[in-house]
């Protein structure tokens, strides 16, 4: 079917697509493969954003435009992002491209029982995983599209993210070839978050590797993520998945949606609600076990944002919206904890000659 | 850490009525600023208060386990197995209350030497462990058997016709003198067994603790424990037997007997029956050994075993009667603890990072693994078995006294010192030999009296939890693995005090088993409370020893005053998943009967909620 070279479903990508749905459309497909439960959507390919530059003679007018550019002149650069940017967004998405994001955009509406479902549109550069290679697109993301023409028209300034000035300057400095670099763009549905936040695989404070460490916070993980409140932090032992800490935290904002604009507003908590665990004891274990999982698909510690939902349960009501691998321990090159010896003996001469410190 | 200072050992205060206090205990247990250098060496070491033995203030005689295992252990550490860094623990009183102190190897330069002494002798005992285990177990059965073969002779008026005829040629004064040394030398002799193994054992098993903590830092050592912990042991026993007897009497059809009366009563009935007669051949098997299980920790006098009062395992069969009647098990989950356990032990393993750490682990694991049963059986040999017999035996001399009036009661001998008793032994022989009165009735009764209220006064006081200067580092394994000093639980000891000072809203322990439960307060100051016990209350007690096992069938969580987390209620409550909080020093007199507490088993916290 022609259509799966340009619209693929999350569940249908994996890593050996990185060059057609990019880094990030690439990953959701793995963990939704690995039974991680990552809210529903589709990647528009690469392809579609070939097939769309050539439709719209675009391919080599464009980078006839960044020929050359030097880097040095800024102004140049800036002109050149504008009129690219702008030969891109005034583009025409053919019928048949348009039928197929359509298409899915009503399949995932109707999955999620929401006419016009809002979704988060996100650029999903070929190579902006690669460590020191965020350069590709800006990180683009839209949140709360509604309706197919709003969609087309993010999935377009998507594009048109590729040749922003700071991309265009970013590959000039790092000598990558303007033409190899293609962008895919990710379409999600949106959480509404009742509460989300971020949990470590490992214990960030000690490094761990036995402890999971979730932070939590109601509505959206923004808050969390942007360090504006002091989340709910929840510690769970690896191995037996007991919650081993609590710490309930006076939470005093919060990030949710407005119901009638669909915008994202920040609130303050309500009085009786600030105090309160903002997840359940049930739902600490639950996402500490995906946790778990997602760590063993990876093989390493990872970093991940993830959400409740309680409104329309698709796989549960527990999302994973974001997993990258941990660095901060996990970069630190892993060496004995203690020197090895022949015997237990040996171990225990040592300890003894060592002695423990007390102060 | 932040501000760690302790009192003085020397300004410790002397309690107002107590003058002269230390005459009720060894005169080399004292701070003294006599001498200069003596004075010197107690104030540069960090004597810490043993709460974890002694909960309560020394009596006269029971310091003598004190001074068994303040020689037996430093013997082992510093004139036999050599441990480099280590030589042995000091020990001072302090009203009542008993502080020790690690001494380190001065001299740094002597520590590779020592090493490679100890490499060969403690090599020879890690190396051959199983077998030099077994030859203990023979040596403690020998001892036990002659403590339990021991008669403590009464005087007679006139010595039997056979003492002339056999041509035996001494008294029953002499076989009295000799008893007595001979039970006092037996219990010194037991407790040099106690310490053969349990050093290097504890060294095994703290320095896998060690190395957990080092590639896990968040590692609860209850999680250590539970890897190590043998699921057959020794301490399990009393309670199993009780099970059997539960099982047996309703399989023989001669359960519907009052377990909770006289068990004078209760033994009739069953004599009356041929089942009946059966079971108490069962019963009377059981006994001996497993009901010298002692209902304390087998350190104080007043600890008895099940023996001594046969009316507690008898109530504590009818819990098991009624369960099985019930139709619920009453069999310990050894298949759900080992399943746990060898998953613990795998998921930790597959957590480290390299192929040396799991050989680290699998080597420490295996030797931590080979040493624990000793760790936990001995105390059966020791604390329970030996000790329950010899208080007995101490009561037997004591009745003597009592009978010539050299003290008024027989639970009255724990107010003087062995020595002391000696020397009254000697008074009340030559007496007797002599047709005299002795000195005794004129000088003990009163002596008693005046001890007596100096340890009411020591027992309203709260000991420092540590004096003198803290080190830089502990090697000693006992001190960090029984005591748990650490830099941790001195800021907690700190902290602790704070929280004293003000009212009294939250009790700090060591965290024993994992879980959080509400609930309200039971304290039960001995194993006799237990029949109190409602279901679902929290299990207040100054500590749980094996014959407290069935009040865990009951609970939902413990909180003691005493041990750490290897400790009997830690131990249980992890296998029946309770939480327990142990060590917290106070919360049998901190806590009330029927307030409601918040027993966090994870953080060692009690929260009082009302």
Redesign the interface.
Known sequence: MEMLKYVLRFEDCDLTMVNRVGGKCASLGELLKADIPVPPGFAITTDAYKLFLAENGLTDKVLNRLKGLDEAMVDDINRASEEIRAWIEAGTISERLEDYVAERYRLLSRIARTPALPVAVRSSATAEDLPDASFAGQQETYLWVRGVDDLLDRIRKCWSSLFTPRAISYRMRRKFDHSQVLISVGVQKMVKSFAAGVMFTL?PA??????IVIDSNWGYGESVVSGEVTPDQF?V????M?V??KTVSDKTIYYTTDPETDQVMKLEVDPERRLSQSLLDREIVALAELGVKIEKHYGKPMDIEWATEKSLPYKGDLYIVQSRPETVWSSKK?????A??A???????A????????? | MADLKFPSPHKAETIPGTEGWERMYPYHYMFTTENPDRKKYEESMFWFYDGLHYPEPMYPFDIIWDEAWFLALSQYNSRIFIVPPALGIDHRIHNGYIYITPLPVANPEEIPKRVELFMKRAGYYYENWKDLEAKWEQKMRGIIKELADLQIPTLPDMEDESVVFDGVGVSTGYHLLNAYDKLIDLGILCWQYHFEFLNLGYAAYVFFVDFCSKAFPDIPVQKITQMVAGIDVIMYKPDEELKKLAKLAIDLGVDNVDWEGNPADLLKTMEGSANGKKWLEALNAARDPWFWVSTGTGWYHHDRSWNDDLGVPLSFVKIYVDKLKAGESIDRPTASVQAERDKLTAGYRSLLQTDEDRETFDKMLGSARTVFPYVENHLFYVEHWFHSIFWNKVRDVAKILVEYKFINDVEDIWYLKRSEIKDALWDLVTAWATGSNGRGPLVWPKEIEWRKSCMEKFRQWTPPDAMGAVPETISEPFTIVLWGVTSESMANWAKLREVTKGEVSKIVGFPGSPGTVEGKVRVCRTVGDIGQLQKGEVLVAPTTSPSWAPAFQKIAAAVTDVGGVMCHAAIVCREYGLPAVVGTGSATSRLKTGQLVRVNGASGEIDILG
């Open positions: 214990n000690t490094g761990d590797r036995a402890t510690h032992n690896k191995i037996t007991e081993t800490k892993a060496k004995p904890v203690v090895p010896k015997s237990a003996l040996e171990y225990i001469v300890g003894l000659v060592e002695g423990k410190k007390i102060r």
